[in-house]
């Protein structure tokens, strides 16, 4: 019975790794790929389409990275309109970059920017967070955008910029 139980965690921590190591979140026709440190969780908020945590040394909470669909053509808004909304939910003008990547012959616009974050839900009350960034990506789909949105802490950001910026294109990438 030992030996049997032995084999069957064995068996479990073994597809564990091999599913994290395949992690995929679908969005409006899209597979993004999921490594480490992220791992998709229900999705409870209003308009998302997935949500990603990420675990960082240092915070109590893990920061989510929340796609965002709204399908038909021009749905939720073009991509400056965005990208003036996002630097809007800052108290003051941020610190801010915008760029667009090639990710296997798309175009994925990415902004950054660091300020005093307004945070809180869509419709609700904001609370104000000193030397927080914001990084956000509208990747394109067929018919309209998935806006992806990550905010948090700046260090914290910075630890995980890089892996957001290759989980934002890995649609596209082979």
């Known amino acids: ?64 990275a929340i796609f965002y669909h709204f399908p038909g053509p021009g749905g939720g808004g073009g991509v400056q309109a965005n990208v003036d909304r996002w630097l809007g939910q800052f108290a003051t003008k941020p610190e801010s970059k915008t760029e667009e990547i090639d990710a296997g012959g798309k175009k994925i616009t990415l902004v950054t920017a660091t300020g005093t974050y307004n945070d809180g839900p869509p419709m609700g009350a904001k609370t104000p967070r000193d030397n927080y960034t914001l990084i956000a990506a509208i990747v394109p789909t067929e018919d309209s955008n998935i806006f992806i949105k990550l905010a948090g802490p700046k260090d914290a950001i910075a630890k995980l910029a890089e892996g957001f910026k290759k989980m934002a294109g890995s649609p596209f990438v082979k």
């Open 1 to 64: 019975m030992k030996h049997l139980l032995t084999t069957l965690l064995a068996a479990f921590a073994l597809s564990t790794a091999v599913h994290a190591q395949d992690a995929k979140l679908e969005v409006a026709g899209l597979t993004f790929k999921i490594e480490a440190p992220w791992a998709s969780v229900e999705s409870t908020g209003m308009f998302r389409a997935g949500t990603l945590n990420a675990k960082v040394e240092g915070l109590e909470k893990p920061l989510e």
